[in-house]
């Protein structure tokens, strides 16, 4: 069978499993493996001189690693796909999907961290905007706290009802799109200035209609979007001249995972709270963030384990 044939029967089984943005970025970056390797037969491609030489190639390029992670990572999830149905289409994989490579310990590039000067900057910003309605106002300062603390993912966001929180508990029932069992479903928290500024939204939000949607558009009192947060956010991080770097509502999950490492959660915990499914997907933040592993290593190994033994030799020389 052409690779062609099985990105359509990937295309067709993605839908439902992935967002639609998501499934078109992997469509996007599997055409262009397969013009790579002229379209062969799935049973023909070879891992080296396939798979591995194509990597070389986009290293050879200058793309960046999570450039290149992304396109294997398309690789590898159509891969899955296809063997879960070698049986129905009556074909053998010549290797698994598992040796396919991604590096790990990569976050892209356009997903760092928000940091908290940056997050300050960027409230600070929103409050201060005259020319905006105050409806959109106080429901946007709220999506970006609330992003801040609970680390959603975008569109568990736009999905939220009223109905989610729980304002005795500050906290908030979430359903992934991203998760098949049964850990579908997590609970999310907030910190107390969090809850200050929910509650004040809360308060303008019922004056609009009954709805159930947590954050809605004011014309026609739907449901937000995910591409409309995208969308303000990008312009409120121009007038705050956060340009620097792209922040992306993403970026505020990567900074509570991040926050999270650096306070040494127990990684578990962050898994839960994150909702991820691979807990390699959570371990990557204690990769990036080990300033805790280079104190315990000179407590307990290093420099000051070395200056202690000294110490104690000394006293016991004196006596």
């Known amino acids: 069978m052409k690779f062609q044939k099985c990105i359509e029967y990937f295309s067709e089984w993605g839908h ?19 013009a790579y390797i002229d379209n062969k037969d799935i049973e023909a491609i070879s891992l080296f001189d396939d798979v591995i030489t194509y990597v070389r190639k986009l290293e050879r390029q200058g ?16 891969w899955k796909a296809m063997y879960g149905l070698e049986n129905q289409l009556g074909i053998k994989l010549p290797f698994s999907a598992e040796m396919i490579p991604v590096k790990s310990g990569v976050v892209p590039t356009s997903h760092k961290p928000i940091s908290e000067k940056e997050f ?21 300062i709220t999506i970006f706290y609330f992003l801040y603390d609970t680390g ?7 999905d939220l009802d009223i109905s989610d929180l729980d304002m005795e508990r500050r906290s908030a029932k979430v359903r992934s799109r991203k998760r098949r069992d049964r850990f579908k479903h997590r609970e999310v928290y907030w910190t107390f200035e969090t809850h200050l500024v929910l509650s004040q939204y809360l308060q303008v939000r019922s004056q609009y209609s009954g709805k159930e949607a947590l954050f809605i558009n004011q014309r026609f009192h739907e449901r937000l979007t995910t591409r409309s947060i995208q ?45 991820h499914k691979n807990p390699n997907s959570s371990q990557v933040y204690y990769n990036i963030h080990n300033e805790s592993l280079r104190v315990e290593y000179h407590k307990k190994i290093g420099d000051s384990q070395k200056f202690s033994m000294e110490r104690d030799f000394k006293r016991t020389v004196r006596s």
């Open 16 to 34: 439902g499993k992935y967002s639609a943005r998501t499934l078109e970025v992997y469509v996007g970056h599997l055409k262009q493996f397969v």
């Open 63 to 78: 793309l960046a690693d999570n450039t290149i992670n992304i396109r294997m990572i398309a690789i590898r999830q159509c």
């Open 120 to 140: 300050n900057v960027l409230i600070t910003t929103l409050s201060e905007k005259m020319v905006i309605d105050p409806f959109i106002k106080i429901r946007d």
């Open 152 to 158: 959603l993912r975008v569109s568990e966001l736009c």
């Open 231 to 275: 969308r303000g956010l990008k312009g409120y991080c121009k007038d705050a001249r956060l340009v620097e770097k792209p922040i992306t509502p993403h970026s505020f999950r990567h900074s509570v995972g991040e926050r999270a490492a650096k306070n040494q959660m127990y990684p578990p915990l962050l898994q839960s709270l994150l909702g």
